[in-house]
């Protein structure tokens, strides 16, 4: 059996078992790729401009993003959400549009300049507040979700994200 190691917040055997799942193991850099904005104008001999994404499957910070999504996800309203198109078309019949109508806004920038520092801030406040067993202080829940976001790096030297100031695309930590 492996031996515990001192880590605030990760005292008890529940806890290491959690850490234990985080740590980071057989890791390799997120790949970033991009995909096409074809619905934006362009001129005849260029190229479109590229929304950039992150794919962070088997990066180091991967597991404790799914770790950390897990502890925030109970904290953001679904209410008003759909999950997907299906869900979105199933659920169309059974609303009441008397009096009502319905309107489809263009998303400007699906969520690329979204300020770090500030989500970080909040998921930290969601999650201590609603959960107040959790042996995590803001401080050392704060640092985890740093990691998890901010210090992710790339494939792609020239992008390679060691300082972000904005929420990374394709983290498992994306806002809904």
Avoid at 5 to 32: H, M, T
Avoid at 50 to 74: E, H
Avoid at 130 to 138: E, I, M, T, V, W
Avoid at 142 to 149: D, G, I, K, Q, Y
Wanted: net charge negative; proline share 10%; glycine share 4%.
């Amino acid at each position: 059996m492996a031996t515990a190691i001192a880590l605030p917040g990760f005292n008890d055997l529940r806890c290491f078992e959690v850490y234990e799942n985080i740590y980071p193991k057989g890791s390799q850099p997120a790949r970033i790729y991009g995909l096409p904005k074809m619905h934006n104008d362009f001129g005849p001999n260029s190229t479109p401009p590229f929304r950039p994404i992150v794919s962070s499957i088997g990066t180091y910070n991967y597991k404790l993003a799914k770790y950390l999504c897990n502890l925030l996800a109970p904290h953001i309203p679904t209410e008003h959400c759909a999950t997907d198109t299906f869900t979105f078309v199933q659920d169309i019949p059974s609303l009441s549009m008397f009096g009502k109508f319905m309107v489809s806004f263009d998303v400007e920038s699906l969520f690329t300049d979204i300020p770090l520092e500030e989500c970080i801030d909040l998921a930290v406040n969601y999650i201590s507040e609603g959960n107040p067993d959790l042996k995590l202080s803001k401080p050392e829940l704060r640092s985890l979700f740093t990691v998890a976001t901010a210090q992710t790096h790339s494939y792609l030297t020239v992008l390679s994200m060691t300082k972000l100031t904005v929420w990374p695309s394709g983290l498992p930590l994306l806002p809904y």
